[in-house]
């Protein structure tokens, strides 16, 4: 479903060219859950972004079932990645101004989903994480695993076909990592839903189907 062939990344620093992905090749089934562990810095989560279309490599491509993401025109790109990808970021980026709900609504009403769908799926969603109680809190009043919670049910809202994860469970407690763990699961397994996770959580990886090990922005 998802392919990467000899995806490289370098970053200028002043004088100097950091390479931070070095040729990855990388294959993801089609409702597989992939865990992608490694050092801090080995090119982790630059290669989740690269993959759900959110960068530009260097050189090298990545596609998304027959489709050259960048090939695309970024507008193309970006409706792509609104209709079958989802994100959850490490440090949520969810937008203050809006409360909980409509932070996760905000993507389906970006796809041209009614309101009332949209309001409909974001609350079952939020109920699903444990939020039910919270729907209406913005950011400032929400603890750190709230508004994690809050950003993995915004990735789900649009019922995408890939969902990557930068350590989704960083700042849940084990409970509620043991639940999002079940979830992705679920949603692999019941959904054919497939799932790219950066992680530094041994629980998490064990659930997957696969793990890929990154160092150095190689795969070892």
């Known amino acids: 479903m998802l392919a990467a062939r000899d995806l490289c990344k370098t970053y200028k620093e002043g004088p100097k060219e950091i390479r931070a992905l070095g040729g990855i090749d990388l294959e ?12 801090s810095g080995a090119g982790k989560s630059t290669l989740l972004h690269l993959l759900g279309g959110l960068d530009s490599p260097t050189s090298g491509t990545v596609f998304l079932d027959d489709t050259d993401l960048y090939k695309l025109s970024d507008s ?5 990645r609104n209709r079958k990808i989802g994100f959850v970021f490490q440090f949520y980026h969810l937008l203050p101004e809006l409360t909980a709900l409509e932070n996760v609504m905000l993507p389906a009403m970006i796809g041209g989903a009614s309101g009332v769908k949209s309001r409909d799926t ?21 603890s750190g695993g709230e508004a994690q919670r809050v950003a993995i ?8 076909e890939i969902v990557c994860c ?20 679920r949603l692999s397994r019941e959904k054919g839903q497939t ?16 793990v890929v090990n990154i160092k150095d922005g190689m795969i070892i």
């Open 28 to 39: 993801v089934k089609r409702g597989e859950i992939l865990a992608v562990i490694g050092p």
């Open 76 to 80: 193309a790109r970006s409706k792509l």
């Open 153 to 160: 049910a915004r990735a789900l809202v649009n019922d995408p």
């Open 195 to 210: 799932f790219v996770i950066v992680t530094h959580e041994p629980a998490l990886a064990r659930a997957a189907d696969r």
């Open 122 to 142: 974001a609350a079952r969603l939020l109920g699903a994480v444990g939020l039910s109680e919270r729907l209406h809190h913005k950011p400032s009043r929400l």
């Open 166 to 185: 930068d350590e989704p469970t960083g700042n849940l407690d084990s409970r509620m990592s043991e639940e999002l763990c079940n979830l992705i699961k």
